[in-house]
């Protein structure tokens, strides 16, 4: 059966996004000095977008959320093997605030930064493995 080139279309848009977010966390770990509140948030976002566009692949539908517990557990009801996945990723939440906003109690350090942009790292081209390749940005 042929794909819908439509959802083939909305289901890559996703992922060009979180590839351009990975991109924009290796660009600010390599700035000098690194921006490494920046790395976690595009970390974060590089995995919400893979789950949003997993989701939309497998046409389920989901909220406005940056919450990856619920995005994830979405994303297991189509594919259960994507559950220790998810369980890594779901640490990488709060980086959609947690940083973004004047008064943040700490930095991050750096050990956390990479680890984290590892994860997304991860998290993207294993979901990405599972999909058609025509949906490959």
């Given amino acids: 059966m042929p794909l819908d080139p439509v959802l083939v279309l909305d289901t890559r848009a996703w992922f060009l996004k979180a590839r351009t977010d990975l991109r ?7 700035a000098d000095p690194p921006v490494l ?19 939309t692949w497998h046409q389920h539908p989901f909220g406005k959320t940056h919450d990856l517990r619920v995005l994830g557990k979405a994303c297991q009801s189509n594919d259960e093997t994507l559950a220790p996945l998810v369980e890594k990723a779901i640490p990488l939440t709060w ?37 058609p390749n025509e949906v490959r940005p």
Avoid: I, N
Avoid at 24 to 30: C, K, N, R
Avoid at 37 to 55: P, R, W, Y
């Fill in 24 to 30: 924009g966390a290796a660009a600010d770990l390599a």
């Fill in 37 to 55: 509140e920046d790395v976690l948030f595009h970390s974060q976002q590089a995995v919400e977008k893979a789950m949003k566009g997993f989701l």
């Fill in 95 to 131: 980086y959609a605030w947690k940083f973004r906003y004047p008064g943040a109690p700490e930095e991050p350090a750096h050990d956390e930064v990479f680890r984290s942009l590892a994860t997304a790292r991860e998290f993207v081209e294993a979901v990405l493995a599972r999909l």
